[in-house]
């Protein structure tokens, strides 16, 4: 069936260092991918996104890129601090487009 | 932050008992949707609604029921069906129907088993 998958389920950096989460879906005609930060105890929030006509999009320090031909999209965040630890979750549509599928998140812990 | 309000906040379930889970939003947003958080597994999407009186299953509809008899105002029942209710839940709402628009979370319900 249609899905999304993300790695790695956790990622542990040091602060300053950079991340990557990598997300890959099955259905070729989705075209938008959005990424959400959820942090402890509180409501997912989205931090940015990006459509198919484009390959990259940055937001100061994070940047989302996508390769449709390899059906994969990327979260990169760069100089890292300890408010970035969070569960990050991927998404794209699915069912011909009609609902949104979440990655299974990523805890990402940054170290001091 | 404010705009869509999920109650309660800690929610206990008997054995065989049905109970509802309650979500409001003032943000006039056509859309409505329910989603599962289990450790692990992402959100998973139980319902959705893109206009009053009408609604879909997700992906993890059985043992669920739904209803939106108004706009502001979209109820998840978790039936005695349910086998393994004990999860956190999450109501999200978007302005429009698309695939593409941003969702509005709540803060959350978090259902145990008694």
């Known amino acids: 069936g249609e899905n999304v998958e993300q790695h790695p389920s956790t990622l542990s950096v040091q602060e300053g260092d950079s991340a990557v989460i990598k997300c890959t879906y099955s259905d070729s005609a989705s075209n938008y991918f959005p990424w959400y930060k959820q942090e402890l105890g509180k409501r997912p929030q989205l931090i940015i996104d990006?459509?198919?006509?484009?390959g990259e999009k940055k937001d100061q320090r994070i940047a989302v890129t996508l390769n449709k031909t390899a059906k994969h999209f990327s979260l990169h965040i760069t100089e890292t601090q300890p408010e970035d630890s969070a569960v990050y979750f991927c998404a794209a549509p699915t069912g011909g487009g009609n609902k949104l599928t979440f990655g299974t998140g990523t805890q990402l812990k940054v170290e001091l | 932050d404010g705009g869509i309000t999920q109650s309660p906040k800690y929610l206990f379930r008997k054995e065989g008992q049905n109970v509802t889970l309650s979500c409001e939003q003032n943000l006039n947003h056509d859309a409505m949707y329910w989603y599962r958080q289990d450790p692990g597994q992402g959100l998973r999407l139980i319902y959705y609604?893109?206009?009053?009186?009408?609604?879909q299953k997700g992906d993890i509809a059985e043992g669920y029921s739904v209803s939106r008899e108004k706009k502001e105002s979209f109820p998840l029942t978790v039936t005695s069906a349910q086998k393994n209710p004990t999860a956190f839940y999450l109501c999200?709402?978007?302005?429009?129907?698309?695939?593409?628009?941003?969702?509005?979370f709540g803060s959350g319900t978090q259902l145990s088993v008694l």
């Open positions: 999200a709402s978007s302005l429009g129907t698309a695939t593409n628009e941003k969702l509005f």
């Open positions: 609604s893109q206009i009053v009186n009408d609604f």
């Open positions: 990006i459509r198919s006509n484009v």
